[in-house]
């Protein structure tokens, strides 16, 4: 049985994502999962790098690469080119889905059209002698390159069980929950725990096609009643500098950050204004969530 045909197996009409216009249920997905999953063996993928947002077909285009032995690349929107050119040679990519703005920096390359999800995404081959991957490699994610060259992380797929502990216990996305983790998957946040976690546990997700400004993140957790809220500490500084009244029907119960130093006074702000602490995490791509301030009953403890 295929990953895709599991999820479909366990929860086959449960909302299992959202992008602000409608759900995609786990049958749904699962079709979609499938049908891919046949173009990319009989186009003999091996190595698939994605450049798109953070959209269902994102997704998508994972649990393909997964169902069919596909090592899953995914690169960040904001690599430079020179950073996507290094990604390229170091995982021996030889095959890239992206978006039609990305698809600019491949003229020459020949492409394809697919439909995932209902959106159009470019399928260019690439002149490329894959790279020996380590066996039972679930996928390939580079760091950010604030420190060098990105360094290119391989992810088992035994990794996933501890992706799904933290969205257990570190996060603990519930079935009632109406879960936003708002990182990029293009970073390892995002990508483990916005993407990976939630589908393996059985999770809705939401995902937002759209750049960050505080109005829409204050506009997008009062429509739709986000309950179980990730990001990165820029975001709340920036929610509490932005000048905009709090929504007064926000359903949070529970916040966690990653991804930078959460400073003291953003705990206060947030227990004072949105009625919930923000519980603080640190983690690394090669390590995933290693330090973590729970939110499960039975790892929860108070802030310091």
């Not at 999962?33 to 269902?56: G, I, K, Q």
């Not at 991957?133 to 060098?148: A, E, N, Q």
């Amino acid at each position: 049985m295929s990953a895709a045909a599991g999820l479909a197996h366990a929860l086959p009409e449960r909302a299992a994502l959202h992008d602000g216009s409608r759900a995609w249920t786990a049958s749904e997905v699962s079709a979609e999962v499938e049908s891919l999953a046949r173009r990319l063996h009989e186009r003999n993928v091996r190595v698939l790098a994605t450049l798109a947002d953070n959209t269902p077909g994102w997704a998508i285009i994972d649990l393909a690469a997964a169902s069919c032995g596909i090592v899953h690349v995914p690169l960040p929107l904001f690599f430079t080119g020179d950073q996507v050119d290094h990604a390229l040679r170091a995982a021996g990519i030889d095959t890239v889905l992206c978006s039609a703005p990305a698809a600019a920096r491949w003229p020459h390359a020949p492409r394809e059209v697919v439909q995932v999800a209902g959106q159009p995404y470019a399928q260019i081959r690439l002149t490329s002698a894959a790279v020996s991957m380590l066996t039972g490699t679930r996928k390939v994610t580079f760091t950010s390159g604030t420190t060098g060259t990105p360094k290119g992380v391989p992810i088992p797929v035994r990794a996933v069980a501890s992706f799904q502990i933290y969205l257990e216990y570190g996060l603990h996305v519930t079935e009632d929950d109406v879960f936003w983790n708002a990182a990029d998957p293009g970073w390892a946040y995002g990508l483990y725990y916005a993407i990976i976690a939630p589908m393996a546990a059985g999770r809705r997700s939401l995902l937002l096609q759209a750049g960050f400004s505080p109005e829409l993140t204050w506009r997008v957790m009062s429509e739709y009643g986000v309950t179980n809220l990730a990001a990165a500490p820029t975001v709340f500084r920036s929610l509490r500098s932005g000048g905009l009244p709090v929504p007064k029907d926000l359903a949070l119960r529970a916040i966690t950050s990653a991804g930078e130093p959460l400073n003291p006074e953003m705990v206060t702000w947030a227990r004072d204004n949105l009625g919930v602490e923000i519980h603080d995490t640190y983690g690394q791509t090669e390590l995933g969530m290693c330090g973590i301030n729970g939110w499960h009953p039975d790892v929860k403890a108070p802030v310091r």
